[in-house]
């Protein structure tokens, strides 16, 4: 295969327009799995959590859990779908080592929930995302390929495979294809996914962890030139955080277009997204598509959701996350401007819930779009990630008002909470940041300075009192740094008067 | 009185009146067992020990003067396609062979909680593909009438148990006719229920959409009392049925003063005829007027869509199998073939399946795998699934006239081991008359109604979801009525 030049994204964006569209799959937190009662915990030890159904022994049958149809139709009324009054469960046949049956139990043509959307605010706009279908499904056990050096199948010697992930439930949740995002495609992507993320999470049906694999994603993206017909998609998988899905599309953007540029096709294929590089490598090609043979379940009862039931599930949908946020800058008072960084930083929740723990909306904002801001960007990860609370950067202002500690001793004090040393008061606490307020030991500290220095103290005895920044700084160095730098100047200001 | 000659009644009022040891029961059928099996080759497996200590817990009961069960000590041959916790399960395929499972099907615990002793498991078509018991991987097994025969199938193993008084009672599954048919032509009563009667939890699943469990019995109460044991909702299946079921036992009790009046009776017109032994015609023909003299009425019935139960039969029931056998895959059980620390895992797969799977199970789930793709599901399993509510409706409309439909159980009598292992079209047409209320998920019996040439012949009851009891009351009429004209029961006739 050719290598074809990549050009710029402005380039690429210059000749070509991208539509996308996303498949989403939430793992759903009832307490037991789709088809059976076994236990849904995280992290458990290998084949822990199994019986008869989810390990597919033959004469085992499935039984739908009624909690996780509850929670697929409370999602699909939360992203505004009509709710089906007849759905069914349908196989998907295809061998794979760990999915038991050897078909997977989700849905096909009759699908709960249909024709939703979800609106989005990019940089102060709405852009209204159209939700094809939610659909409930079991996921498939884990298999870990042992004896290779990559930890993939080739090269290794065996193979083994957990089945505690089998049949837990799967929310599948299909856009359809988004066009006329333009140059923003990417943006809108990762906007979208934000926002479904946090549509869900405040439902409490998932905790909708990426990293841990209860969230994952799918990105299509195709090129055509203006006007002309859709392109041929490719499918990105492996796309594992929020900043991954607007990378996949950005990266994916680009080599579509250099192979465009270079008059060759694109290949209908599920390609991998690679965190370390941003690039996405070749999978599968769907050219010869899998064949599922799809056929209803015929060990399930088709379901139909009660119209009154759907109805008073209407009433527990808390208020969509995009007007929630409209309200806050309202309640926040800021701009447009200042509320889309904060959404643009995923720090909406955080910064509610550092201001709900005591902080004000000005000092949560400076904590979160600044310092940690800047930390999680150079460790390329998510705020969320790093290991603070809301409740600690609110407790660190405190400190801060209190005048316990300054600015430059506040992000000491961060950097030990970062590291896992506690709370911002232990870390005070342990590492001795406290300012020096005690007014004999600061006495003491200025009475040394101005001893050392009787030239600078003799021009602030006359009058000049600029010259008294000297003498801060030197009172600043001897208690390193941990005096309040005004209470200093007032101090040597009164014993030089 | 021989406890093997003892019908399951018999046996549970002597266990319960201490008149005979469910030991000595269990014991007298064993032997019988060990005198005839190498010739019938009835039974797969044997679970001596756990039968007998299960009868020896029944006989310490009724010593401590606890309240027995239903039918404490009542011996039972079970299908080895019923799940049996610690005793190894089969499916009659080598791609199970040495599988023992962890779980008990439901209706093994109903039946343990029922006192039911079970003996062993039964040999029947690999996965219940068959019609013969000839597409076991284990060996066919052979008709106690003639040793040269068929015992049916694909519960070959349990019909020819039961009428070689190896057991009073057994277990079958029927798909497409899977119990009806060995019952006609083994001279015993086999019942499937209405979809959903009986649970399905622990029944290896060959077509899900049809498969049903059920009784054989050598009377129609026996049966009854089997069914009784074994109905009722369950609620690790999900097509199970939650309405109460119809008073099987009281309906068997009922029919046997045979007096039908007020009963109409439908013969179904396109079950009969051409292709059918002239015997067999014969014998249903004079039951009928036999059921008529007991004070029915009968009317003839249409029901053109049968015609078509065949054809959608075998595009529903292969397509769900090549779907329910994916999981025989040599990864978590059963057989692997290949795994030599370099062939790929498809290739053990496939391997496996290829030396695992017999020659009929591989033809269904290739016509299965085809029916179910892209671009020719609507064409077959769609279409099939049309005829089958057509057919529903025939049942529908036909019950609005009649109260029961009649038909032979099977064009033929038992016909010889070997004459149609090579002909799956001939061997595809034992199941004619019983495919309809599978398809429909209706109740049906096969009784015994007379002889062919000294060979059984079986009629076919059949009558609305919901009503097994009406099965059960004019089967039981007919057992009477047969008895009678014969001047013995019919399995008396039997030089076995």
New interface residues.
Partial sequence: MTVAHAPSYESAMSSYEPVIGLETHVELGTRTKMFCGCPTEFGAEPNTQIC?VC??????????NAAAIEATIRIGLALNCEIASWSRFA?K?Y?Y?DM????QTSQYDEPLCVNGYLDVVLDGETVRVEIERVHLEEDTGKSLHVGGSTGRIHGA?H?L?DYNRAGIPLVEIVTKPVAGAGANAPQVAKAYVTELRDVIRALGVSDVRMEQGSMRCDVNTSLNRPGAQWGTRTETKNVNSLRSVERAVHSEIIRQAGLLDAGERIIQETRHFHEDTGQTTSGRSKEE?T?Y???PE????PLAPDAAWVESLKATIPEPPSVRIRRLQEAWGLTDHEMSSIVNAGAVELITATVESGATVEAARKWWLGELARRANAQDVELEQLSITPAHVAELQALVDAGRINDKLARQALEGVLAGEGSPEQVVAARGLEVVSDSGALGAAVDAAIADNPDIAAKIRDGKLAAAGALVGAVMKSTKGQADAKTVRELILSKLS | MQPITMTAAQIADAVAQGQISAREVAQAHFDQIASVDTELNAFLTLDTEGALAAADAIDSARADGEKLPALAGVPLALKDI??TKDVE?T?ASKI?KG?V???D?TIVRKMRAAGIVVLGKTNLDEFAMGSSTENSAFGATRNPWDRTRTPGGSSGGSSAAVAGYEAPLAIGTDTGGSIRQPAAVTGIVGHKPTYGAVS??????F???LDQAGPFGRTVLDAALLHEAIAGHD?????SLTAPAPDVVAAAREGADADLTGLTVGVVTELGGAGYEAGVSAAVAATIAQLSNAGAKVVEISCPSFDYALGAYYLIAP??A??NL????A???GLRVGDN?VAS??EV?SQTRDAGFGAEVKRRIILG?YA???GY?DAY?GQAQKVRTLISRDFSKAFEQCDVLVSPTSPTVAFPLGERVDDPMAMYAADLCTLPASLAGTPAISVPCGLSEGLPVGLQVMAPAFADDRCYRVAAAVETLTTAALGKPLLAHSTF
């Fill in positions: 008869p390990l597919g022994l033959p004469g085992a049958l499935p039984v739908a196989r046949n061998f080592p038991p049956k050897n078909f010697t193979s495979v598509a064949d043979r799809y056929f015929p060990d399930l009862v | 019923i799940v399960t499916a199970l599988w499972p962890p779980y099907a399905r939890y622990g029944l290896i699943a077509s899900s959409s609620p690790a299946d999900s097509t397509s769900e090549s779907s994916a999981k025989f895959d990864v978590r059980f620390g895992l498809e797969m795998t179910l793709s892209s599901y399993y």
